[in-house]
């Protein structure tokens, strides 16, 4: 899943990129570009959001193992 979200991200970019070369090429006018440059910066934004809050998912199962383990090195 985070892989995924990553992969998306870079998409993103790359539509992101495509869209400013468009525009600065004359190829788009300012209200497409503006209009369709924040539909691609709220998608980028919230799998960003997904992608920090997978990431901090994975390690909040660490800290109370980490205890574990202490306490059960220090039992015997």
């Known amino acids: 899943m985070f892989a995924e979200t990553r992969r998306e991200i870079e998409k993103i970019n790359l539509r992101l990129q495509k869209l400013l070369d468009s525009f600065l090429h004359g190829i788009i006018d ?3 570009y503006v209009a369709e440059k924040a539909k691609g910066m709220s998608q980028k934004k919230t799998l960003e959001e997904q ?3 997978l990431s901090a998912g994975r390690a909040n199962w ?8 202490k306490t059960a090195r220090n039992a015997g």
């Open 30 to 32: 300012r209200e497409t």
């Open 51 to 53: 992608s920090t809050a």
């Open 62 to 69: 660490l800290e109370p193992f980490q205890n574990w383990i």
